[in-house]
């Protein structure tokens, strides 16, 4: 080894290691926040939307859960397509939005 490298990698023996920065994502959105942007980027990717048309539709199923208090699915499914979206991309996000909520323990009803 040369003098200032470490088995880690870091060039500096003495620097410290990077940390975690506030607002940084390593696995996933904080527990009990609902992120728009996450869930419109899994919609794009599984689904024919654009980006878009996912996020209009996912702001409005989560708007609609949190006016409602509840998350149902078919009320999402019909909040995302009175956005624009097709029945099948609506079905998707109504999806998505109540298995992201289960997922990182959303509660639509929390204020």
């Known amino acids: 080894m040369v003098a200032g490298d470490v ?5 500096d023996a ?4 990077s940390t975690y920065v506030s607002g940084e994502r390593v696995f996933g959105p904080p527990v009990g926040t609902f992120d728009v942007d996450w869930v419109a980027r899994e ?6 939307a654009s980006f878009a048309q996912a ?3 996912v702001v409005a199923a989560w708007s609609k859960a949190r006016a409602d ?3 149902d699915g078919p009320v999402l499914s019909a909040a995302a397509g ?3 979206a097709p ?7 109504a999806s998505y939005v109540v ?6 323990d959303v509660d639509p009803a929390a204020r």
């Open 82 to 84: 009175a956005a624009g």
């Open 69 to 71: 208090g509840v998350l």
């Open 7 to 11: 088995a880690g990698g870091n060039r």
């Open 55 to 57: 996020h209009r539709a």
């Open 43 to 48: 919609v794009e990717r599984s689904t024919p």
């Open 99 to 104: 298995a992201y909520c289960h997922a990182y």
């Open 14 to 17: 003495g620097a410290a290691p």
């Open 87 to 93: 029945p099948d991309v609506a079905e998707a996000i």
